[in-house]
């Protein structure tokens, strides 16, 4: 099947199979790698991708799924420079390995993007999809907060 | 990856969909938001030869309240049911039970018709709209019709909606009232409810409970209902309702947790719930969303 993609506000006319998954057709035929592929049935969130601004489980949606919308992906959030988040995220330390890293830089962007100022039980919440194998999470958190903290001193 | 093949259909009218599921011999798969579906693909617990995308046909995602009744379209995904307004005000259970199901990325994607046409046991939005008196309707080749949610789950993964049926939109039957959602699990995210009952109460002591994730479907507690109903709720009552629970769900045990711990946990998940639906109704209580349990 003829698929138009629009990934990271660029123009993709690919030829897939309805059985093909996003994430793969991302990782593979775009060559967006930072959706990472961990356990493929929805439960760690590694696979974490924006639709239309939503945070959802690329390894759950079908390619041909994604005709119309847009996707956002770390590649295109960090694309000219890092975003506030990523700088926060990199000076607390909120990662290790890195592999659960995308998935929570995009979850996280969603979050702030409809609740400029989260609390820790809306920060908690909002990852509660995104396993962390590293970090214990108090670090992600941290700098969630703190990059909310920074919105409100920017709207105060 | 999905190891076998199927062919795709994006219909864009209603009539168009069940053109294509009666034309189709084969067997046939509605995709709503996937998070079933896709998973199911890839583990070959289907094998669909036609997957039909009903995303693309307008209308379906709405939620609109109408006097007494409140619709919610086949494909209000669990966030559009925690974000809505009238859902706060009209059916703030719908939302206490919406953010306990996984988590955002999850919820973005997934609806709550969904949930009920994929019928597994642990089922979030069955034991809700049982309490809430809702309708499903739902259009076919011969038109429409509808089928009381006390009549939707036959089995396990099993529903009252034939092959060649989509389900258009849920109706409830709205009344004040004061309800609960409780849920057991493990932690929060993405774990699968271990029990779960949803409870309402309307004025004039009339009551309705109904248990999720302990028997093969979500199961509407008649018997505890009856021996509630007209009665104001006292020490008493509540102990004559608890005493049914052990009748009315039939648990296993699963790598969840053990069919005693479920049953036990029924119990006290029931003698919270009533004690709180209660108070909510008198418009005090607990806030919709906090946790009993
Ligand atoms: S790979 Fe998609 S949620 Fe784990
Ligand atoms: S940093 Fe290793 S999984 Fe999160």
Redesign the pocket.
């Given at each position: 099947m003829e698929l138009s993609l629009n990934v990271n506000n660029e123009e993709w006319a690919l030829d897939v199979a309805p059985a093909d998954v996003l994430l793969d057709v991302l990782r593979e035929r775009v060559g967006t790698k930072s959706p990472k592929i961990g356990c493929e049935r929805g439960d760690c969130g590694s696979c974490t991708i924006l639709i239309d601004g939503r945070s959802v489980r690329s390894c759950l949606v079908l390619a041909v799924e994604a005709e119309g919308h847009e996707i956002t992906t770390v590649e295109g959030i960090g694309a000219d420079h890092l975003s506030e988040l990523q700088n926060l995220f990199i000076s607390n330390n909120s990662?290790?390995?890195?592999?659960?890293?995308p998935g929570i830089v995009l979850s996280a962007t969603e979050l702030l993007a409809r609740n400029p100022s989260p609390s820790r039980h809306d920060v908690q919440e909002a990852l509660s999809g995104n396993?962390?194998?590293?970090?214990g999470y108090e670090p992600i958190i941290e700098a969630v907060l703190a990059a909310g903290e920074r919105n409100e001193e920017v709207s105060a | 990856m999905i190891a076998h093949e199927f062919a795709y259909e994006r219909p864009t009218t209603l009539e168009e969909a069940t053109r294509v599921l009666t034309e189709h011999s084969g067997s046939v798969r509605l995709l709503a938001g996937g998070t079933d579906l896709v998973a199911w693909l890839r583990d070959d617990a289907v094998a669909p030869d036609l997957v039909v995308d009903i995303k693309a046909i307008p209308g379906l995602d709405t939620i609109e309240l109408d006097g007494d009744e409140l619709h919610v379209g086949s494909l209000v995904t669990f966030t559009d049911l925690i974000e809505s307004e009238v859902v706060a005000e009209h059916a703030p259970l719908l939302i206490e039970m919406a953010e306990t199901v996984a988590s955002p990325g999850i919820r973005n994607r997934a609806t709550m018709v969904g949930n009920i046409c994929s019928a597994v046991p642990s089922c979030d939005a069955g034991p809700v709209l049982m309490a809430y008196d809702t309708t499903v309707h739902l259009i076919g080749p011969g038109g429409a019709r509808s089928v009381s949610i006390d009549d939707w789950f036959i089995g396990l993964r099993e529903t009252a909606c034939s092959d060649d049926e989509v389900v258009t939109h849920l109706t409830l039957a709205l009344r004040p009232h004061g309800g609960v959602y409780v849920k057991l699990m493990r932690y929060g995210g993405e774990d699968l409810a271990q029990a779960a009952v949803g409870i309402v109460e309307y004025p004039g002591h009339e009551y309705r409970v109904a248990f999720g994730a302990v028997a093969p479907t979500p199961i509407r507690a008649h018997r505890i209902e009856e021996v509630l109903r007209g009665k104001p709720l006292g020490e008493e009552v509540i102990a004559d309702a608890v005493a049914l629970v052990r009748d009315e769900i039939s648990p296993i045990t699963d790598m969840r947790a053990t069919a005693e711990y479920r049953a036990r946990m029924c119990e006290v998940m029931l003698e919270r719930g009533l004690a709180a639906s209660h108070e909510r109704l008198e418009g005090a209580g607990p806030a919709y969303g906090t946790r009993l349990i």
């Open positions: 990662f290790q390995c890195g592999f659960c890293a396993l962390c194998r590293c970090t | -």
